[in-house]
């Protein structure tokens, strides 16, 4: 696999870093890249027109994959039709390293490093072919320092998993952490020793008209950020009655976390997890991830969602939702995003929260015709109901009716997992005696 070039745009589509590896893609392809992202307009059916342009699509002859990372987009080309999940893999791992470097990405930490940056770039890659993308074995060959820069202010559009992967923690039971925003490579006297870990997960699930449960899916990580000097035995436990696999009825009758399946860091030891549950490694530097792990089938549900709808008259219809959020009093979902579509004649369109409702807001979307319900803030145990009152342009029919939905809902809770899998122990061995790491 070649890679023909590897850019940084910002937002506004400025150059921040360019990197042609084979001078054998124009010199332009910057600009290309940022007009087609911007001005998608589907040509050659690579992706719907009325969509946002995909990560991978072809045009004047180039291929182009790119990711976006706090609002900056990571870039690289090819002349060859190369593999898009080879393409995207590399450039997540660029991104990983520079952020293990930078301490942060940002346009800030980019425009003040980019000797680095380059640097790191070389390393990387030679002649478009990737050669080491391990931030522990880089750290010997790169000679240039860092120069410090400050996280970028949090939006509130920000994302909950953003937030944690740049170490802003702001639960009552844990604390941000300066260190998680320096550069790995600081020298041992400036930087803690130090581990963070954190357990994500990603739910998916569908619902039918009636509120019945047609498939859901949790996709979850264990993830680690390590800044512990030197290499000591790091031992994780698990929860002991974790099952993984479904097939044997016997084993899962008993357990309270049922796996699909699941899969370990190069560097783990799984020796002991099928007995102990125990994994042991030896953390590398910067960010990664430890466990990634799959889990379908019967899963309590954070929300339930019901909706009715009432025909008023041939032309108006009033759609009613409500949601319960079905976690523990203690525990609020943030950044809740309800998206209800409309029929294609509503003409108009008016919507009214529940009593006492406060920190929502409503968005209309009068082209693609879709609402767009925002809740800051979802306590646990709690309701919330929105009625949207709209008019349409013709008689409403059963065929109308089908044009209301489906209702999708993002959401994030910090300090909640659904799976039910947590860290039970996490310990440090090393044989030296003065070796102590700080616990937070």
């Not at 300066?178 to 998916?204: H, M």
């Not at 089938?297 to 079905?326: C, M, N, Y």
């Not at 209800?340 to 409702?357: N, Q, R």
Request: aromatic share 10%; charged share 25%.
């Amino acid at each position: 696999m070649f890679i023909s070039q590897l850019f940084i745009l910002s937002p506004r589509g400025d150059k921040l870093v360019f990197k042609d590896y084979r001078q054998d893609a124009p010199g332009n392809s910057d600009e290309i890249f940022f007009r087609k992202y911007k001005f998608w307009d589907g040509r050659d059916h690579q992706a719907p027109a009325s969509g946002d342009c995909p990560p991978f699509f072809l045009e004047k002859h180039i291929h182009f994959s790119f990711i976006k990372r706090s609002n900056l987009l990571f870039v690289c080309t090819s002349l060859q039709n190369v593999s898009p999940s080879l393409t995207s893999e590399l450039l997540v791992r660029v991104v990983k390293v520079l952020k293990d470097f930078l301490g942060v990405i940002s346009e800030e930490s980019i425009r003040k490093n980019f000797v680095l940056v380059y640097e790191l770039l070389d390393e990387m890659l030679d002649v478009g072919v990737a050669q080491e993308l391990s931030t522990e074995r880089l750290r010997p060959y790169i000679f240039n320092e860092v120069v410090p820069c400050a996280a970028p202010e949090v939006q509130p559009q920000e994302s909950l998993l953003e937030r944690i992967r740049r170490g802003d923690f702001t639960s009552v039971t844990t604390r941000k952490a300066e260190a998680a925003l320096q550069s790995v490579v600081v020298s041992s006297a400036e930087r803690k020793n130090e581990i963070y870990i954190d357990v994500i997960e990603r739910l998916n699930v569908v619902f039918n008209a009636n509120g019945g449960l047609v498939a859901s899916e949790v996709d979850g990580a264990i993830i680690m950020k390590s800044f512990l000097a030197g290499s000591p035995d790091l031992i994780l436990g698990v929860n002991e009655d974790l099952v993984v696999g479904r097939g044997d009825s016997q084993r899962t009758r008993y357990a309270t976390v049922v796996l699909d399946s699941v899969n370990f860091h190069e560097l783990a030891d799984y020796s002991r997890f099928e007995s102990d549950r125990i994994l042991m490694m030896r953390p590398p530097d910067g960010e990664f991830t430890v466990m990634n792990y799959r889990v379908t089938g019967d899963i309590t549900q954070p929300f339930r969602i019901t909706p009715s709808i009432e025909v008023q008259s041939s032309f108006k219809a009033e759609l009613t939702l409500r949601i319960r959020a079905d976690f523990p009093s203690s525990t609020a979902a943030l950044m809740v995003s309800v998206k209800v579509p409309v029929p294609k004649t509503t003409t108009s369109l008016g919507v009214e929260f529940g009593v006492g409702a406060s920190g929502q807001s409503y968005e209309y979307k009068t082209a693609d015709k879709y609402v767009v319900w925002t809740l800051q803030r979802f306590q646990g145990g709690t309701e919330h109901v929105c009625k949207i009152r709209f008019s349409t342009s013709a008689p409403i029919t059963p065929a109308t009716r089908k044009e209301v939905g489906p209702v999708s809902m993002s959401f994030e809770i910090p300090q909640h997992n659904v799976s039910g899998l947590s860290i039970k122990s996490l310990r440090l061995e090393e044989r030296s005696q003065t070796y102590n790491p700080n616990r937070w």
